[in-house]
DNA sequence: TTGAAAGCGCTAACAG
DNA sequence: CTGTTAGCGCTTTCAA
């Protein structure tokens, strides 16, 4: 740990015997000037090992070259496919990423947001947050891209189309032969509520509809406690979709201890597509939701928007059915 | 998007009728004044939404409140918690976090943590890079903490006792009555070693010994593409451990497919113990390599040496076995 | 208890 | 082609 003080700009114009200006506009490549003052300088640089001070020039530019990325929770996957699809545009255009992850809780989300926002040129975040937040997010002055379902006036939003994406599932699941549907959602994420609309809507062609029940966190654990519940009720459903991939992977697992037979018994179906859902024992039903695409678009439309190109239409990605045997033939 | 100019310290300082310097020492605390002069203060501050400009702040102060964290791939679980652990630890220390994701690829590693290195006043880096980048990372005057297997003079690392780990599943396998086994490892992974050798060693106890297989990747895919060159062998292992358990899972899905009943036919174990390993049809057999914990304890060491606390002793958590059914008596 | 002034390292006119 | 100069918004001696 010893100090060894940066080099300044103005060192290596000392050393190279110019001006700090000229210096400047080299390493930007603004500028060309004589093989002679050209060499000299790096040379220079290289022998101090300058480099630039990212936040002096930041004060200057009035750019910060990074941007805010605020999710609910790294360890879902959904999540950290954005912050995946994110990281990779960032770095192609040399910008860095500022994480929060807010904890799937919406205690001190607005200073977290505030302080973020400061150092940052722009924001991607999660769509669910309160309201009031979203819209004092939007004066901030800094562009901001929502992802997931929003319905706010003058907010962009990068999100796959839930409302189909359920609708797919639920044909799928009705032209199996299902009969009993329960719908396990996740009240707090914005799009819970177009899922299940788009699902009963699927539904409603055979005249069928589902229960609604409900988890307080997306992940498997609630998945499992919540099994018992929906299973055990007379009337067994036989086909029962969950909010996202993970609760189902718990809800599909505990429903086999329960001893239940998927997909005999129940089908069993989620949301995202998560890498694992393949593996599951039987392999899970999903819908892939696109998250890493989400990602990028979100990140690729903040930069495009820090670039002067701010369109204000949402984008809207296409969801894919991805039919596993955990929704097999009954 | 109205550009809306965020007032500055000299905005609030002439709106107060005091100078910047009053200013700059009452939001930070420094020093009281008289009443009358910061209750005026606190109303002009209020009625402009004045906030400091922390990056103003770091040019002065030489501290720009934030901490690198440079990992290999988000969407592992491992990492996913890592960056869990780590976020909530620098949110609690009112740091932020510049995650970067390296995409398991050393490619433009040194350069992306270059970068990275001069916009924050620490760094916590994933072992699994170069080691003259680790060298290089040491000099560059930050302080940098690393998670994971590294032996480098100067350098501290966090890490869970990666030998003992494997050691354990070694002797649970063998008490299990497991009598063949296999490693499927990732020679990438600075702990690769250190597993193997911890496994080879509890699996001598009985006389016994693992043949080794390689990924190329830590992931599902992987282990399942191997799964039949390991399985399909003369002389069949009956026991498999997997560098992680997302190879586990892959290899255990890939294994149930090939008609085997695991763990009749063979037991499959991992590490990690990621959240949907309890939920694995049958659940698979792990160790807890705590890797929240690793993020949490890099955090405190780095915010600790950036405090002053500079100890030169690496960290070593202690691993903890789960048994679950994937590895059940034979 | 308060303020004046000197920068932090860099870029951006504007001159020459 | 190259240099001078004036800041960006803030903190920090040092005086008053």
């Known amino acids: 740990m010893q100090p060894k003080k940066p080099s300044t700009i103005r060192d290596v114009a000392a050393a190279a015997g110019v001006s700090t200006a000229t210096v400047s506009k080299f390493i930007n490549g603004q500028q060309r000037f004589s093989a002679e003052v050209e060499a000299r300088m790096k040379t220079v640089i290289e022998q101090l090992g300058y480099r630039q001070n990212p936040l002096a020039r930041s004060m200057v530019t009035g750019q910060t070259k990074s941007v805010g990325l605020a999710i609910m929770d790294v360890r879902n996957p959904h999540f950290a496919n954005i912050v995946k699809g994110a990281n990779r545009v960032a770095i192609e255009h040399d910008y860095n990423l500022l994480v929060v992850d807010l904890e799937e809780s919406p205690k001190r989300e607005q200073e977290l947001l505030g302080a973020l926002s400061r150092r940052v040129d722009g924001l991607i975040v999660s769509s669910r947050i309160p309201l009031e937040t979203v819209d004092w997010l939007a ?192």
């Not at 099994?227 to 459903?237: E, G, I, K, M, N």
């Not at 597509?273 to 890493?292: G, K």
């Not at 903040?302 to 296409?318: F, I, K, M, Q, V």
């Open 139 to 330: 004066q901030q002055g800094k562009p901001v891209v929502f992802f997931g379902a929003i319905q706010r006036q003058g907010v962009v939003a990068v999100r796959t189309d839930g409302y189909r994406a359920a609708n797919m599932l639920g044909r799928h699941l009705a032209s199996q032969g299902r009969k009993r549907f329960a719908y396990v959602g996740f009240p707090q994420a914005r799009w819970n509520t177009e899922r299940l609309q788009g699902l009963q809507d699927g539904l409603a062609q055979i005249g069928a509809s589902a229960r609604v029940f409900d988890v307080n966190l997306p992940t498997p654990e609630e998945g499992e406690a919540i099994c018992s519940r929906v299973l055990l009720a007379d009337d067994r459903p036989d086909a029962v979709v969950c909010y996202n991939d993970l609760v189902a992977l718990g809800f599909m697992h505990e429903a086999q201890s329960l001893g239940l037979k998927v997909p005999d018994d129940v089908a069993v179906a989620g949301f995202d597509d998560i890498p694992l859902a393949r593996y599951a024992n039987p392999p899970l039903t999903t819908v892939d939701m696109q998250s890493e695409r989400q990602g990028v678009v979100a990140m690729e439309r903040l930069l495009g928007a820090l670039a002067g190109n701010w369109p204000d239409a949402d984008t809207l990605l296409e969801p894919r059915l991805v039919a596993r045997q955990s929704t097999g033939r009954q």
